[in-house]
């Protein structure tokens, strides 16, 4: 474990006290983001849901056609 440390040290060391901030910075405001987004402001439904819902009849459709068939059906999940 000491010298997975080491090298990371060993990398992140060539770059200016500034970039390495900036990184850190970025990487605190991306995992909020995320956090916040994921658990808080995310809505259940699907973004796309009519281009989704047009496509899966569109493609039941299809599918009945081809095989002469009425046997596939679309149903929401």
């Given at each position: 474990?000491?010298?997975l440390l080491d090298r990371m040290n060993d990398m992140r060391d060539p770059f200016p006290p500034a970039i390495r901030q900036f990184?850190?910075?970025?990487?605190?405001?991306?995992?909020?983001?995320?956090?916040?987004?994921?658990?808080?402001?995310?809505?259940?439904?699907?973004?796309?849901e009519p281009p989704t819902r047009s496509v899966g009849r569109q493609t039941t459709w299809v599918l009945n056609f081809l095989h002469g068939t009425d046997l596939f059906r679309e149903h929401e999940i």
């Open positions: 474990m000491q010298r990184h850190v910075r970025a990487l605190v405001l991306f995992i909020a983001w995320q956090a916040l987004y994921l658990f808080l402001w995310r809505t259940p439904r699907t973004l796309d």
